[in-house]
């Protein structure tokens, strides 16, 4: 075979190979990951900020997590935490009760990664004894159930279950992510869903997220 024709077949041979290659990174590249609703903007944000009401934090007397629902289901056998840890993951499979058995999480908070759902807690990004402090307790069962159970807002997010329990109810100027690339986003979160379900701030608590946001 003359010389040029055996270059040409080499050449067409690497082409091959190197298309197959690109073929099976396209193949076995991980799905993006989804996330939960976006917050407002930093510049929205403040302007929120600014129109909550201020005042001190209320007492924790009375409250009870049993008087904010949850989870409840929100499609066939899917309940809510069902739902954030199918949305938050990468190929997340459940079986015929809607319990993730398989998947991979990753933890906006502290940046882990995680493949067994029961290393992930669903943080309540507003706490709901820091709600019942900020307003909710004057709000009905059905107001406190639509809070807890909140989809729409960026209120529900999965995260490393023993970093959430050391937030636990504390608010920005107690405690933020660890993870520092997260705390604009998060602090937007935080006043989006304030903002909404007209919950007030305290003083400190305001003071923390407007150095937050203002650095975003």
């Given at each position: 075979?003359?010389?040029?024709?055996?270059?040409?077949?080499?050449?067409?041979?690497?082409?091959?190979?190197?298309?197959?290659?690109?073929t099976g990174l396209l193949a076995t590249a991980?799905?993006?990951?989804?996330?939960?609703?976006?917050?407002?903007?930093?510049?929205?944000?403040?302007?929120y900020l600014a129109a909550l009401t201020v005042k001190a934090e209320g007492s924790s007397t009375g409250y009870s997590r049993d008087l904010f629902p949850h989870w409840i289901t929100q499609s066939?056998?899917?309940?809510?935490?069902?739902?954030?840890?199918?949305?938050?993951?990468?190929?997340?499979?459940?079986?015929?009760?809607?319990?993730?058995?398989?998947?991979?999480?990753?933890?906006?908070?502290?940046?882990?990664?995680?493949?067994?759902?029961?290393?992930?807690?669903?943080d309540h990004v507003v706490a709901l004894a820091?709600?019942?402090?900020?307003?909710?307790?004057?709000?009905?069962?059905?107001?406190?159930?639509?809070?807890?159970?909140?989809l729409t807002r960026p209120q529900l997010i999965a995260v490393t279950d023993n970093v959430n329990q050391a937030k636990s109810d504390l608010d920005p100027a107690e405690w933020l992510p660890p993870r520092t690339a997260y705390r604009c986003t998060y602090a937007r979160a935080w006043v989006h869903v304030k903002y909404h379900w007209n919950l007030s701030v305290d003083s400190a608590e305001k003071s923390a997220l407007q150095s937050v946001l203002n650095a975003c």
């Open positions: 075979m003359p010389v040029g024709m055996i270059y040409a077949r080499r050449l067409a041979v690497l082409a091959t190979s190197a298309a197959l290659t690109v991980p799905t993006a990951q989804a996330a939960m609703p976006t917050p407002v903007s930093a510049a929205t944000a403040r302007t066939g056998a899917c309940n809510t935490r069902e739902t954030v840890l199918k949305r938050d993951g990468v190929n997340v499979v459940t079986d015929s009760s809607c319990a993730s058995v398989s998947g991979s999480w990753y933890s906006e908070y502290d940046g882990a990664t995680w493949t067994v759902a029961s290393d992930l807690d669903i820091e709600a019942w402090r900020s307003g909710a307790s004057s709000w009905t069962t059905s107001q406190r159930q639509a809070f807890a159970n909140d």
